[in-house]
């Protein structure tokens, strides 16, 4: 949703009764909103500060909505969106108290420590995407110089615990902090060419994250 201009405010808030009437009639529990530049996600601009003003205000609007329906809104840090990088991340978290979407993928390209993010904001945690990053390819993804799609298709995300986010100390700052919620694995691909056979691909990746969560994240769980 576009959520920092006024002129957009009515139709935002008639996208998230629509969304959050679906989702409750599917039985969902979780909205997440990811406040964007405008419909097609462009680049985002920094915002002034009558404009996080007024995200901050249309974020507790959300919220009302939401709870209408009984769901609980977070807010997702994502590329390409108007909660992007630290700074972003910081701001939001200052001004404001809605909940958050901790996705460790989108938190390390835009330069925020997720391991730092669940300790010191554990209470604000409402949801979690596990996203393992090759960070390598953040630089010319973070400049514009590739885009989101061509990003994942050289490689950006990778199987849990084989790129440069240490899932496994978010895992346990959450847990020792009582984060309570869903942890969803997030594996996004791009399939380029033929699709694979059964049980490759991203079928072979997610059992990849699954076996990391399984023999490396658990035990460490377990000892503490």
């Known amino acids: 949703m576009v959520l920092h201009q006024r002129s957009e405010s009515e139709s935002a808030l008639r996208s998230a009764r629509e969304s959050a009437g679906a989702l409750a009639r599917a039985g969902a529990t979780t909205f997440i909103t990811a406040a964007v530049a405008d ?30 329906f009984g769901l609980a809104q977070v807010l997702h840090p994502h590329v390409q969106t108007m909660v992007e990088t630290v700074e972003d991340v910081d701001r939001l978290l200052e001004a404001c108290d809605v909940s958050w979407c901790l996705d460790t993928g989108h938190l390390a390209i835009g330069g925020k420590d997720p391991v730092a993010f669940a300790r010191e904001a554990v209470d604000r945690v409402g949801h979690v995407h596990l996203k393992d990053v090759d960070l390598s390819h953040a630089p010319a993804l973070m400049s514009r110089q590739t885009s989101i799609m061509e990003s994942v298709q050289a490689g950006l995300f990778t199987p849990l615990g084989q790129g440069d986010v240490p899932i496994a100390d978010v895992i346990t700052a959450l847990e020792d902090g009582g984060y309570t919620g869903w942890y969803v694995i997030e594996q996004d691909t791009a399939i380029t060419g033929e699709v694979p056979a059964e049980g490759a691909g991203p079928v072979q990746s997610v059992a990849s994250s699954m076996d990391y969560l399984r023999d490396v994240v658990a035990p460490r769980l377990e000892v503490g």
């Not at 009558?50 to 959300?62: I, N, T």
Request: net charge negative.
């Open 39 to 68: 419909a097609g996600w462009s680049p985002p601009q920094p915002l002034e500060r009558s404009e996080l003003r007024h995200m901050v205000e249309m974020l507790s609007r959300v919220d009302d909505v939401c709870a209408e």
